[in-house]
């Protein structure tokens, strides 16, 4: 089978990246405000309503997955080999780079060999260096994913069944991390139950969701194109809905700061799909028209930050770190903030471009940021075939 370019993907892909550093950057400016006064429960609404991207990431990791292999003759081994080498390098990597990165100013290993192993045996195990869960949620998805390809080809006729129960299963999930695990001791539970955000079953519905669009793509792509009118009002009610879900979490459940804007609560579920159903829409629109002239520079910086997206997620930490320094220039007159913040979130989402798109070019240098490479007789790099 010829290998499919879903463009409406790189579009995605652009766009939730604007919004993980966008978020990243405003916890910064939230972290800065007094809790409880009006610009910082301002922000802090509007910074809850964006917490769909990592959810919106999952899902565009199960419908390339999906969409890759879902009618190709498929090897477990060889998946297995491909995805997991791929990611394995750049996590641990990163890993040590960050660990480096916090000891010039939190850590002190006294020169002491083992006690910097240590900590880097732990942040792999654990994923909490900075904000690299995202890689060690893909690598249990890689690992349970030819199971997930098994069951959606056996039960092709039974889809719509099976994301019903996906939706079922997620929303009591959901329920229970908002209103049960707070209240519970989870000081002898396995890591990753304890902290379910970064266990892939706590993302079980976007995986399936993505896989679901992927064996019916066209038709479901259809039906978006049909509604555009219905989804963008929808999406506009749906924002201003999740503004006031915040306050109602503040106000009337009295929860923190944190667990308000935490996404793993119920109403996030439908209000991420449809942030994702406007994306792929758009992305289709934008598809359509992408070679067309008015559109050439628009269309060369999607492509350019779809290729560097997955680098940019890791190099983030460098620039945030330098706004962290910078915003306490204004703590004298936070009504700057209003200004700041584009500018911040700009630098940030340049900068970290920047650095992944050398790192992207550099020969086998890139295999940090994902990307396979070799180098010729004349120092080229050669890239290995992208995926969608």
């Not at 394995?88 to 192993?117: E, H, M, Q």
Request: glycine residues 4%; proline residues 4%; charged residues 15%.
């Amino acid at each position: 089978m010829k290998k499919l370019h879903l463009y409406e993907i790189d579009f995605m892909r652009t766009f939730i990246m604007l919004g993980v550093l966008s978020v990243h950057t405003m916890t910064i400016f939230t972290n800065k405000l007094e809790d409880g006064t009006v610009p910082s429960m301002a922000m802090s609404a509007v910074h809850s309503s964006m917490h769909v991207t990592r959810l919106a990431f999952m899902f565009i990791t199960g419908l390339v997955l999906f969409i890759t292999y879902y009618r190709k003759e498929f090897h477990i081994l060889s998946f297995w080999k491909k995805r997991l080498s791929l990611i394995a390098i750049p996590y641990l990597f990163w890993n040590i780079i960050y660990i480096l990165f916090r000891s010039t100013y939190s850590l002190d290993f006294n020169g002491s060999l083992l006690a910097f192993l240590k900590e880097l045996g732990i942040s792999l195990l654990q994923g909490d260096e900075f904000y690299i869960y995202f890689v060690l949620i893909s690598f249990q998805f890689y690992l349970v994913f030819p199971f997930l390809l098994y069951g959606m080809r056996k039960y092709e006729k039974w889809h719509l069944q099976i994301f019903i129960g996906s939706v079922i299963f997620q929303l009591v999930m959901m329920a229970f991390y908002k209103f049960a695990i707070p209240h519970i001791d989870r000081s002898g539970w396995p890591y990753l139950l304890s902290h379910y955000g970064v266990f892939v079953l706590t993302y079980q519905c976007w995986f399936i969701a993505g896989g679901m669009v992927a064996c019916h793509y066209e038709k479901i792509s259809h039906f978006l194109e049909n509604h555009v009118k219905a989804i963008l009002i929808s999406l506009c009610s749906g924002v201003v809905l999740m503004w006031f879900y915040y306050f109602y979490n503040r106000f009337f459940l009295f929860l923190s700061e944190n667990k308000a804007q935490e996404p793993h609560q119920p109403l996030f579920l439908p209000y991420s799909l449809l942030v994702i159903a406007a994306l792929l829409m758009c992305g289709r629109k934008w598809a359509k028209h992408r070679t067309e002239q008015k559109w050439e520079p628009f269309s060369r910086y999607i492509m350019l930050a779809s290729k560097t997206s997955f680098g940019m997620f890791l190099v983030q930490p460098f620039p945030l770190f330098i706004i962290k320094q910078v915003i306490p220039l204004f703590d004298g007159i936070k009504w700057m903030y209003v200004l700041v913040l584009p500018a911040s979130i700009l630098f940030v989402y340049s900068t970290s471009m920047f650095l992944s798109y050398w790192l992207n070019k550099l020969p086998l240098i890139s295999y940090v940021v994902g990307k396979k490479s070799t180098l010729t007789k004349a120092g080229n790099t050669v890239p290995a075939r992208g995926n969608l």
